[in-house]
């Protein structure tokens, strides 16, 4: 399965982006996403941003995330 996590870019530098949530940073190319800027959400996938998100989408997928890894990470 593969899985695109949303994190908010910190720092941008050329083409390469420091993203950050709930404390884990990641180093992400820009290059497949336009107009991209130092506090808005990508969704990122393979080092790579794949997507630009508002707040308020970035917030309640990363809400779900939190609650599936309190409820044992779905697994059976």
Same mark, same amino acid.
């Given at each position: 399965?593969?899985?695109?996590?949303?994190? $908010?870019v910190r720092?941008?530098?050329?083409?390469t982006?420091?993203?950050?949530?709930?404390?884990?940073t990641?180093e992400?190319s820009?290059?497949m996403?336009?107009?991209?800027?130092?506090?808005?959400?990508?969704?990122?996938?393979?080092?790579?941003?794949?997507e630009? =998100?508002?707040? $308020?989408d970035a $917030?309640e997928? =990363?809400a =779900?995330?939190?609650?599936?890894?309190?409820d044992?990470g779905g697994a059976?």
């Open positions: 399965m593969c899985l695109a996590v949303p994190m $908010q720092t941008i530098e050329g083409d982006a420091l993203c950050e949530i709930d404390g884990v990641r992400a820009l290059m996403v336009d107009g991209v800027e130092v506090g808005d959400y990508v969704l990122i996938h393979a080092g790579f941003a794949i630009k =998100l508002d707040e $308020q $917030q997928t =990363l =779900l995330f939190r609650q599936i890894l309190a044992g059976s």
